[in-house]
């Protein structure tokens, strides 16, 4: 695309932005603007997007978008996305979310999130969530472990395959108990001597 074809992709206040008021790498797929409240729609794009405040964004799988707080932004696959405070962000599976606090986030699995405080995030199995505090955390296919850090650096495991409860500071909160998830199998801990265990399995 060239940036005159690109233009007809992004709109300020319900008209195409001008010309002047963004960049575009042809050769690396890279809009650039610090204009706000932008509407960008690259939907079936992989895209490198840095924008200003309160933009709405749609991208394709693959991409990077960077954007002020107060933004909602879609994806794609395999996406890295870096926004401030009051987001709401959709994305595929195997994407990178870091946002500021009272923030909504949904992703699919094997998804790294970071996110702040008073925030909502819903994800799929095998992923990664640091939050600050009074956030909600929902899995939405728990048969495989999600690894979970909120508030006060509080560490949470969740348990694999729609068992009940979750491992915190390695103890299992159903049990009471010591208790390992390794290879998707939760275990009560017997003993250890390093890193060998005896354990028994769920």
Avoid: H
Wanted: net charge neutral.
């Amino acid at each position: 695309m060239n940036k005159k074809e690109v233009q007809k992709r992004v709109l300020q206040n319900g008209k195409p932005l001008a010309l002047s008021k963004f960049s575009w790498d042809e050769k690396t797929n890279t809009f650039s603007s610090n204009e706000d409240n932008l509407v960008i729609d690259f939907y079936d794009k992989s895209v490198t997007v840095t924008t200003g405040y309160r933009s709405t964004i749609t991208t394709g799988y693959d991409s990077t978008v960077t954007t002020g707080y107060d933004s909602t932004i879609k994806t794609g696959n395999c996406s890295t996305i870096t926004t401030g405070y009051r987001s709401t962000i959709t994305t595929g599976y195997r994407s990178t979310i870091t946002t500021g606090y009272d923030s909504t986030v949904t992703t699919g699995y094997d998804s790294t999130v970071t996110t702040g405080y008073d925030s909502t995030v819903t994800t799929g199995a095998w992923s990664t969530v640091t939050t600050g505090k009074n956030c909600a955390v929902v899995i939405f296919n728990s048969n495989l472990p999600v690894q979970m850090v909120i508030g006060n650096n509080d560490a949470i495991q969740t348990a694999p395959y729609n068992i009940k409860g979750y491992l915190k500071d390695g103890i299992y909160s159903e049990t009471g108990k010591p208790a390992i998830i390794c290879d998707g199998i939760l275990s009560e801990v017997i003993s250890q001597k390093g890193n060998v265990y005896k354990v028994i399995n769920y």
